[in-house]
């Protein structure tokens, strides 16, 4: 409980008394920082996803400037050799503002990294963004079938049906890839579950009708319990390892990512960077209170 009234604190503390905790799980506020970020974790065997920080947007100015930036982090990224692709957040190019406009930067995004032989992957936010964010996917697949994915929430209880759904974009030349994640957003427990077990049992069956179906599965979850699970789900269906990866956090249990790489699977690592950097942070400790004692240890230390 403490943790927790301390989380909802948060955007109030000193900026250099957060950063003592980010700095562990950003990799910096420029490109270059995420340039030496992704190239130490390419030495280990680690593909990248990078991912400017910033969601949320109240003008489409600010749009411009996100697809501006993006498109200048695309560029730079494929001329220093990256072994990486990039995550886009809808919200960040106007989706809650203008919808059409917003697509067409995401199209010239996506559009970008496909001219480099690259991929884009198009996050989850919250439920309202939704069904726009897979209109979006279903548009762009049409268009780019080998470079653009999605992300799904396996604690909504729609995404086994959005899964279902969305089989009819299967293409012999180019597969479904979908980056399953458990969900962090404050939902009702009307539209998401709620259990700690409920939200596993349902990750593992949206996982294994992946499999089932020939989906390309991104599995991105730092939790014990749910790789053995998934582990258990790859050599039941004799998966091959072209056909998975899993995905961590910057800065989140590398043990775990270290050991998981050198039992020959692919691992890939969501790079966040940028000089947003104070608001991801403090949400990100609000969806873990129990992170807060990173952040008091930092303010014991300083003093």
């Known amino acids: 409980m403490f943790h927790k009234i301390i989380s909802q604190a948060l955007p109030?503390?000193?900026?250099k008394l957060i950063w003592q905790f980010s700095k562990s799980y950003i990799a910096g506020t420029t490109t270059q920082d995420a340039i030496n970020a992704s190239k130490a974790l390419n030495r280990e065997n680690v593909m990248v996803t990078l991912d400017i920080l910033g969601e949320f947007i109240k003008t489409m100015s600010q749009a411009a400037k996100n697809r501006d930036d993006y498109l200048a982090l695309i560029r730079t990224i494929e001329a220093a050799a990256i072994n990486g692709n990039y995550s886009l957040k809808p919200s960040m190019f106007g989706l809650l503002i203008d919808k059409k406009t917003c697509f067409e930067y995401m199209r010239e995004l996506t559009a970008e990294a496909a001219?480099?032989?690259?991929?884009?992957?198009?996050?989850?936010e919250d439920s309202p963004c939704v069904d726009d964010s897979i209109d979006i996917f279903r548009r762009l697949k049409q268009e780019f079938p080998r470079n653009i994915g999605l992300v799904l929430q396996a604690y909504l209880k729609r995404t086994s049906g959005d899964l279902e759904s969305m089989l009819d974009l299967r293409r012999d030349d180019a597969d479904l890839n979908f980056r399953l994640v458990k969900g962090v957003y404050v939902e009702p427990a009307a539209i998401a579950y709620k259990a700690y077990k409920d939200i596993n049992a349902h990750y593992l069956e949206d996982l294994?009708?992946?499999f089932k179906n020939n989906v390309y599965a991104a599995i991105a979850t730092h939790d014990t319990p749910l790789i053995?699970?998934?582990?258990?789900?790859?050599?039941?269906?004799?998966?091959?390892?072209?056909?998975?990866e899993f995905q961590m956090l910057y800065g989140v249990t590398p043990k775990k990512r270290r050991e998981l790489v050198q039992n020959g699977h692919r691992m890939r690592v969501y790079v966040p960077f940028g000089e947003q950097w104070f608001g991801y942070s403090t949400r990100r400790l609000k969806e873990n209170p129990a992170m807060v004692r990173h952040i008091l240890k930092a303010l014991v230390d300083k003093g």
């Not at 109030?12 to 900026?15: C, K, T, V």
């Not at 998934?230 to 998975?244: F, N, S, T």
Request: proline share 9%; no cysteine.
């Open 115 to 124: 001219s480099h032989g690259n991929f884009v992957r198009i996050d989850m």
């Open 12 to 15: 109030y503390f000193p900026p």
């Open 228 to 244: 053995q699970g998934a582990l258990d789900l790859i050599d039941q269906y004799q998966v091959p390892k072209e056909k998975y």
């Open 208 to 210: 294994e009708f992946m």
